[in-house]
C-alpha cells in the first residue's frame, strides 16, 4: 500500500527533480495556476512545477505514480471549460509547461516545425513567418495560449474551414505517459501506416492520458494575397446559402467564414470603446469572410467583389465594407475576436460550443434563438462563430438590467440543455471545439452512448490505472450515473 507523502516530502522530491526554482508554493505564486481563465473554477495545488525538460516531466510523472499524487498538466491556461487548473482538495501538483517553449526546428522542404510543448501560438506562428511559411491555427487567444494545450484540446478556431482543426495540423507527439515512460514519434511522416496512430489518443484527451512535450506540426504555403469583407446577410439562411456560393466562386480560396449577430457586434463595439461599425447601418446578421490565395491580390479581390455581386443579386446581402488597407482587415479581425473577452467582460453568458451540420445551421439557430427568448425576452443574443464548419458560439447575454449572478442561477442550466439538446436533435456536438474539463463533464452522461463512455474509460485505465492525470476532468463517473455499457 502506497502511504500519501507528507507535503514536505512531495516538495522535496519535486525541488530534487525540477529545481527549487522550478517549484512554486506561496498562493500569491500558484494563484494564476489554480484559477480558470473566465475565473469560474479556482482549486489548490500543494505544488506548481515547471519543468524544463521532458525528461524532468517524466520524472515528476513517475515520483507521482509511485506515491499516488494526482497531476494536473497546464498549458496557457486559457480553457473556457475549466480542464487545466485543479480541483479545491489540494491533493493535485500542476506541471506548467511554459518553460517548455523552444523551436527546435524548421524544416522547409519538409515543410515541418518541431517546438516543446510549451511554445505559445502565436510564437509558432512567428517562427513559421520567419520561415516564410503558414502555421494556420487561428485562435483569439494565440499570445497565451500554448501548442500542447491546442493539441490536448484539438483546439479550432476562425480558419478550420480551410486547414483543419489541430488535430489535421500535427504529423508526431512527444508524451509522457501517467508512469512516466515517454512515448516520443517526432517524426515528420505525412505517410505512416504501421498500425494504430497512437497520437491521436492524446490529441483532445485534454490531458487525461499522458502529457504532451512536444510536437512535429505541419507547415503550409504563405498565402500570397489576402480578401476580407464584413457582409451584412438576410438571416443565417442566407448567410448558408452565400457560403455555398462563395465556395463554388471561389475554388476553395475562403479562408474563414465567421457568423456575428447583432447583439454581438454591439457588445463588442462597445467593449471596445471608439471603433466603429464596418457598415453604417445596423443589421441583424453579418459574417465575415476572408479569402487567401497564391494568385495576385487584385485577382483574388475580383474574386471576392463576384461573391458580393451574385449575393446581392440573389437577395442574400444587403450591405458590405471591403478592407481596403492591411488596418481594415485587423480592424474587422479585431471585431470578431474581441467577442469572447466582451462577453467575460460584461458577465452573464451562457456559453453554448455546439455544432450541427452546416446544412441545419439556420435552422438551429432560428429555432434556439426563438426557444430562449420566449424564456426571458430581453435576453441579448450574442451568436457568433465559425459557420464554415457548422461550429455556431450560441451565448445568451443577460438583459442590460439584470445582474449576472441571478441571470446565471435562473437560467444557466436550463438555457444550456435546451441549447445542447437542440443541437443533438440535429446530428450536432454539445461541444465543438471547447473540449469538455469539468464545465461539460457530466453532460455527455447523456449525450454519449453507454459504449462510447465505456470505451473512453477503457483506454483511461489502460494507459492511467490510478486515474492520477487529471482526474475529474472530461470523463463523467459512470458507475456513480449506473452507466456502464459493460
Ligand atoms: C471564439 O471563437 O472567439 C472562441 O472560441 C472563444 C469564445 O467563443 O469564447
Ligand atoms: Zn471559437
Redesign the pocket.
Known amino acids: 500500500m502506497t502511504v500519501t507523502p507528507t507535503p514536505a516530502t512531495l516538495l522535496s522530491a519535486m525541488q530534487d527533480i525540477v529545481g527549487a526554482g522550478n517549484c512554486l508554493t506561496a498562493d500569491a505564486d500558484t494563484e494564476s495556476y489554480v484559477t480558470d481563465y473566465r475565473r469560474l473554477y479556482k482549486g489548490k495545488a500543494p505544488v506548481v512545477v515547471t519543468p524544463t525538460t521532458t525528461e524532468q516531466v517524466s520524472r515528476v510523472m513517475a515520483w507521482c505514480h509511485a506515491n499516488d499524487v494526482p497531476v494536473v498538466p497546464q498549458g496557457g491556461n486559457t480553457s473556457l471549460m475549466g480542464g487545466a487548473v485543479p480541483d479545491d482538495s489540494g491533493t493535485a501538483v500542476v506541471i506548467s509547461l511554459k518553460k517548455m517553449h523552444r523551436v527546435l526546428a524548421i524544416d522547409t522542404v519538409n515543410d515541418t516545425m518541431t517546438v516543446e510543448a510549451g511554445v505559445t501560438l502565436s510564437a509558432a506562428r512567428a517562427a513559421a513567418d520567419e520561415a516564410r511559411r503558414l502555421f494556420p491555427l487561428r ?2 487567444s494565440e499570445g497565451s495560449c500554448q501548442i500542447g494545450g491546442n493539441l490536448s484540446t484539438n483546439a ?3 480558419a478550420v474551414l480551410r486547414y483543419g482543426n489541430m488535430r489535421d495540423l500535427v504529423l508526431g507527439i512527444e508524451v509522457v505517459l501517467p508512469d512516466g515512460r515517454v512515448f516520443s514519434s517526432l517524426k515528420g511522416l505525412r505517410k505512416d501506416n504501421t498500425g494504430y496512430d497512437l497520437k491521436h489518443l492524446f490529441i483532445g484527451a485534454e490531458g487525461t492520458l499522458g502529457i504532451i512535450t512536444g510536437a512535429v506540426l505541419k507547415l503550409m504555403p504563405q498565402p500570397r494575397s489576402t480578401a476580407v469583407a464584413f457582409v451584412a446577410v438576410q438571416s443565417p439562411a442566407a448567410a448558408v446559402e452565400l457560403l455555398g456560393r462563395a465556395r463554388a466562386l471561389s475554388g476553395g480560396a475562403i479562408t474563414a467564414f465567421e457568423l456575428i449577430s447583432s447583439p454581438a457586434l454591439e457588445l463588442v463595439l462597445e467593449y471596445l470603446g471608439n471603433i466603429p461599425s464596418p457598415l453604417e447601418s445596423r443589421h441583424d446578421w453579418m459574417v465575415l469572410i476572408e479569402l487567401t490565395s497564391g494568385i495576385d491580390e487584385e485577382t483574388l479581390n475580383g474574386t471576392l467583389m463576384e461573391i458580393l455581386e451574385a449575393g446581392l443579386e440573389g437577395g442574400l446581402v444587403v450591405d458590405a465594407a471591403v478592407a481596403s488597407s492591411l488596418a481594415d482587415v485587423q480592424q474587422f479581425w479585431r471585431i470578431r475576436e474581441e467577442i ?1 473577452d466582451a462577453q467575460t467582460r460584461t458577465g452573464g453568458s451562457i456559453k453554448c ?1 455546439i455544432s450541427v451540420p452546416v446544412s441545419r445551421i439556420a435552422q438551429f439557430t432560428e429555432n434556439a434563438s426563438a426557444k430562449v427568448l420566449a424564456l426571458e425576452p430581453a435576453t441579448r443574443m450574442v451568436i ?3 459557420m464554415g464548419d457548422g ?1 455556431v ?1 450560441f451565448n445568451p447575454l443577460r438583459p442590460r438590467e439584470r445582474d449576472a449572478k441571478s441571470f446565471l442561477a435562473q437560467w444557466y442550466k436550463p438555457v444550456s440543455d435546451l441549447v445542447d439538446g437542440l443541437a443533438h436533435a440535429e446530428n450536432g456536438s454539445i461541444s ?3 473540449g469538455v474539463g469539468v464545465a461539460k463533464r457530466d453532460d455527455l452522461l447523456q449525450y454519449k452512448s453507454s459504449v462510447e463512455l465505456e470505451l473512453m474509460w477503457q483506454v483511461k485505465r489502460a494507459l492511467d490505472p490510478k486515474n492520477l492525470l487529471n482526474p475529474g476532468r472530461l470523463l463523467p463517473d459512470i458507475d456513480a450515473a449506473g452507466k456502464s455499457g459493460a
Open positions: 485562435i483569439g479550432g478556431g476562425t469572447s460550443d457568433y462563430g465559425h461550429n458560439h465543438a471545439e471547447h
